[in-house]
T-cell receptor, first 113, second 115 residues
Framework: QQQVKQSPQSLIVQKGGISIINCAYE??????FPWYQQFPGKGPALLIA?????SEKKEGRFTISFNKSAKQFSLHIMDSQPGDSATYFC????????????FGEGTQLTVNP | DAGITQSPRYKITETGRQVTLMCHQT?????MFWYRQDLGHGLRLIYY???????DKGEVPDGYVVSRSKTENFPLTLESATRSQTSVYFC??????????????FGSGTQLSVL
């Protein structure tokens, strides 16, 4: 069973637009929510992460919004650039699982020039 | 600064053959992981290891075997490959997992095709 569900599966955005990727989780014990970015032919790399004690975290053009009551979190990419074209994975883990992350299905983002 | 390296980069094998995917990290990270990446399923954990000689099953361990005799190496063996094991396999590592140090470092992957 997929404990972290991600949508959409693919997303096409124009340069300068806002990209939004959503994730929902089931296990209320999750307490760490990272996003990983993967370019073709490469392994995923940590992009940004949040803990449930805050509702938003921003790093440059990337923002995570977190809604604990709805068990949802999302990644917003402002002023999207062609270089942001990649696959994005949300993930979750809990203190008792340590570094074992449960990943979402992934979103393939294409930013057109 | 080699980081984490996987080999081979690509592998084609036949059903029933034994295949070993290699993973080597130069950071002396305690934790190592094997994930498989399939369209529609994201990344699923196969096996992980908290230290040398300590391994445990992840979400999809059936048909796979791991060992970790040295901290830096974490090979993954498919004992009798099946077509359903066609996938991209990623090895990852991390330091001790604390509130201020939560990050997985991934290799570049091995693309495995089982014919």
């Amino acid at each position: 069973q997929q404990q972290v569900k991600q949508s959409p599966q693919s997303l096409i955005v124009q340069k300068g637009g806002i990209s939004i990727i959503n994730c929902a989780y089931e296990n209320t014990a999750f307490d760490y929510f990272p996003w990983y970015q993967q370019f073709p032919g490469k392994g995923p790399a940590l992009l940004i992460a949040i803990r449930p004690d805050v509702s938003e975290k921003k790093e440059g053009r990337f923002t995570i919004s977190f809604n604990k009551s709805a068990k949802q979190f999302s990644l917003h990419i402002m002023d999207s650039q062609p270089g942001d074209s990649a696959t994005y994975f949300c993930a979750a883990s809990m203190e008792t699982s340590g570094s074992r992350l449960t990943f979402g299905e992934g979103t393939q983002l294409t930013v057109n020039p | 600064d080699a980081g984490i390296t996987q080999s081979p980069r690509y592998k084609i094998t036949e059903t029933g053959r034994q295949v070993t995917l290699m993973c080597h990290q130069t950071w002396s990270h305690s934790y190592m992981f094997w994930y498989r990446q399939d369209l529609g399923h994201g990344l699923r954990l196969i096996y992980y290891s908290a230290a040398a000689d300590i391994t445990d099953k992840g979400e999809v361990p059936d048909g796979y075997v791991v060992s970790r005799s040295k901290t830096e190496n974490f090979p993954l063996t498919l004992e009798s490959a099946t077509r359903s094991q066609t996938s991209v396999y990623f090895c990852a590592s991390s330091e001790s997992w604390t509130a201020t140090n939560e990050k997985l470092f991934f290799g570049s992957g091995t693309q495995l095709s089982v014919l």
